[in-house]
Structure formats: structure tokens, C-alpha cells
């Protein structure tokens, strides 16, 4: 499938899981795209841990001289009755329990929900931002990420790399499947039509509880 593709197909499946009147808090690049893919009647207000709330994206019509950027340095506005904040107040809403759901992505997820998001080592790169606390302060917990990296499985019986936070993921959504993460390991309740129950197992080294009800994702 192509990459663009992909992106678009992961992004709407999990914009399914947003409810009318959520605070959201969308990670870099992919995650983004979430608002473009909600219902006209599911109306968000998109939270950026840099201290903005009722964020929007950026358009040739609605771009601001006065520069506005999410935490990942994207150009954006804010809707009528949003506001700016500092911080400690952003930090306060995460840490408080007050931001519904976050989506972000992820270099691994493991089964036990633990999840590497931040640093490759021996990699360059900008560092954890607010990662460690949302995943830990939202009330949900979303991955999205395609499922393998080169060839290579992403969803671990444990991960590797240097983790962001312990037992935190409720959902992993891919371009493959929607998987749970249960208190008895990882569960698959969706699936790609394009792709087999024993095609996803192959890809994955966890090992999956195939639901009872598995059905198509849509």
C-alpha cells in the first residue's frame, strides 16, 4: 500500500474513536491529520501541550501573520474561544486527568502496553517533549503507526528501546489491524480484509489473542 495511503487509512479508523465534545491531544506528523477525518456532528477541542487549546489546522485562509505552532513547531491557529497558556498550566490539565484522549506514534508497543516513542540510540533527535506525561495524564491511551518498520515487527513481546512510560496503551491502530491491550496480553479486534489473522500474527512477535468477534475494520 502506498505510505500516503496508509497514513490516511490509520488516521480514519482511529478518528472512530473520538466522542462528541473530547479534549484531544494529537501527537507529531501522523496524528495530525485526526480533525480532517472526524464527522461533521463530532466536534473536538484539540489541546497542544505548548499552551494552546482549541487548536486548528493551518490554512492559506486561516493562517495568522502572528505566528502560532503546535509542541511539534506545525503553523496553526485557534478557533473562536480558544486561549494560550503557559506550561505549568498545560502540564496541569495533563497531569489532572483532563485530556481525554491522545493519539501518537511509536517506534514500539509491547504486551504489556508499555511504550517506546521518544529516542533511537545513537540518534539524534529532539527529545521525550510532554510524551511521558500524556501517556500517563489521558484517559485514553491511542497508537497509531504502520505496523512494521522495514520488514521488521513493531509490536514486541517486550521493547527495546528506552521507554516512554509502562503500561499505558489502551489501542494500537495499523494499516493491518486494531489490537487491545488487555490485561491478558495483546487482543486483535479488527482486521484489514486485505490481510489474514495468520498474516498479522506473522508480522507481529507478540503473540495475539484473537478476539470472538473479530471483524473487518472500517
Not at 473530547?22 to 480533525?35: C, K, Q, R, S, Y
Not at 539524534?124 to 511521558?132: E, F, H, I
Not at 491511542?142 to 503500561?167: D, F, S, W, Y
Not at 489474514?196 to 495475539?208: D, G, I, K, R, Y
Request: hydrophobic share 40%; proline share 6%.
Amino acid at each position: 500500500m502506498d505510505r500516503e495511503y496508509i497514513k490516511n487509512f490509520i488516521i480514519a479508523r482511529a478518528a472512530k474513536e473520538i466522542r462528541d465534545g473530547d479534549i484531544v491531544n494529537l501527537g507529531i506528523g501522523m496524528p495530525t491529520m485526526l480533525p480532517k477525518f472526524l464527522p461533521e456532528n463530532v466536534k473536538v477541542t484539540v489541546q497542544a501541550e505548548n499552551g494552546l487549546l482549541g487548536v486548528i489546522p493551518c490554512t492559506k485562509e486561516t493562517y495568522d501573520p502572528i505566528y502560532k505552532v503546535d509542541a511539534g513547531a506545525t503553523p496553526v491557529t485557534v478557533a473562536p474561544g480558544g486561549c494560550f497558556f503557559d506550561s505549568c498550566t498545560s502540564f496541569g490539565m495533563i497531569r489532572g486527568g483532563h485530556i481525554d484522549v491522545t493519539i501518537l506514534g511509536a517506534l514500539e508497543v509491547d504486551e504489556q502496553g508499555n511504550l517506546s516513542n521518544w529516542i533511537i540510540p545513537g540518534k539524534k533527535l529532539p527529545g521525550m517533549g510532554g510524551a511521558m506525561d500524556l501517556v500517563v495524564g489521558a484517559k485514553k491511551v491511542i497508537v497509531t503507526m504502520e505496523h512494521t518498520q522495514k520488514g521488521q515487527p513493531k509490536i514486541l513481546k517486550k521493547c527495546r528501546l528506552p521507554l516512554t512510560a509502562l503500561n499505558c496503551v489502551n489501542l494500537i491502530i495499523t494499516e493491518m489491524c486494531v489490537i487491545e491491550v488487555t490485561d491478558k496480553g495483546l487482543k486483535l479486534i479488527e482486521i484489514n480484509p486485505e490481510f489474514t489473522a495468520e498474516q498479522v500474527q506473522e508480522a507481529t512477535e507478540a503473540t495475539l489473542i484473537i478476539s470472538d468477534e473479530l471483524k473487518p475494520m472500517a
